[in-house]
């Protein structure tokens, strides 16, 4: 397996990242007997994210750290009941168990069937909703994308991920009472997961869709307006 690297440029900014990390112990670099704190793929995340401008990545690489640190992350998604973990994913964008032509994970949201499942997915105290997107995310960067990465043909790393929205049955009701669900897991994913979102497209979306969307894509990212096709 293998990282691709397009520019020597690419390869010293990474370089560069990782020496910045070091100083601040954000990062320790592989031992003979310990792998490195974190992956390529990983840091190369944060230094797209960031257009690879050093300083405001490693702002945002040691404010995803502080938040990790504080909810305990690695315990969480160590320890999430499984029941509960396979129960969330209702909820969320679902991994179909396929990949995309260039071999990036392929999930899917029907978000229509996730209206009538409001009043469950709202009985949950809103800490322990968190706490599922959390596990869900981690499961993608942790289970799914390494196994992507093992079965990609050429042995490319993946770290980002296709997503299929299905727009069937939309109202505009359900859409607005699903609105903190959707922003939630879009604010918590540009925060503290960058760049695993590859692209969106959105399917079988109602006539009066455009309308709509001129409404409501101020309730997402940048990124995540910027790669959504319809």
């Known amino acids: 397996m293998y ?6 440029m690419t390869a010293s900014e990474l370089e560069t990242f990782k020496d910045a990390l070091i100083k601040t112990d954000l990062y320790m670099p592989a031992t003979e007997t310990e792998k490195a ?6 840091l190369l995340r944060f230094l797209r994210a960031r257009k690879y401008d050093i300083p405001a990545a490693q702002k945002q690489f ?12 690695d315990k969480l998604y160590r320890t999430f009941p499984e029941h509960e973990f396979y129960s969330s994913k209702r909820f969320y964008p679902r991994w179909t168990g396929r990949r995309d032509k260039e ?5 899917v ?23 599922r997107i959390v596990s869900l995310y981690e499961s993608m960067v942790n289970l799914v994308m390494p196994l992507c990465t093992h079965v990609h043909p050429a042995g490319e790393t993946i770290s980002s991920s ?20 959707l922003q939630e897991a879009s604010k918590l994913a540009t925060a503290n997961y960058p760049e695993t979102l590859h692209r969106i497209a959105v399917v079988n979306a109602p006539s009066f869709f455009p309308v709509i ?6 309730w997402f990212d940048e990124v995540t307006r910027i790669r959504s096709t319809f």
């Open 109 to 131: 949201y029907h978000i229509a069937s996730v209206r009538p499942l409001y009043d469950e997915l709202h009985a949950v105290a809103p800490p322990r909703r968190y706490e």
């Open 62 to 73: 040691a404010d995803t750290e502080a938040w990790r640190k504080k909810h305990d992350v």
């Open 162 to 181: 296709t997503t299929i929205i299905d727009l069937s049955s939309l109202t505009l009701g359900s859409l607005i009472s699903l609105r903190s669900h």
């Open 213 to 218: 969307w001129g409404w409501i894509k101020g």
């Open 103 to 107: 071999g990036k994970p392929l999930y």
């Open 37 to 42: 704190s974190h992956s390529d793929a990983t």
């Open 3 to 8: 990282l691709v690297l397009t520019t020597t």
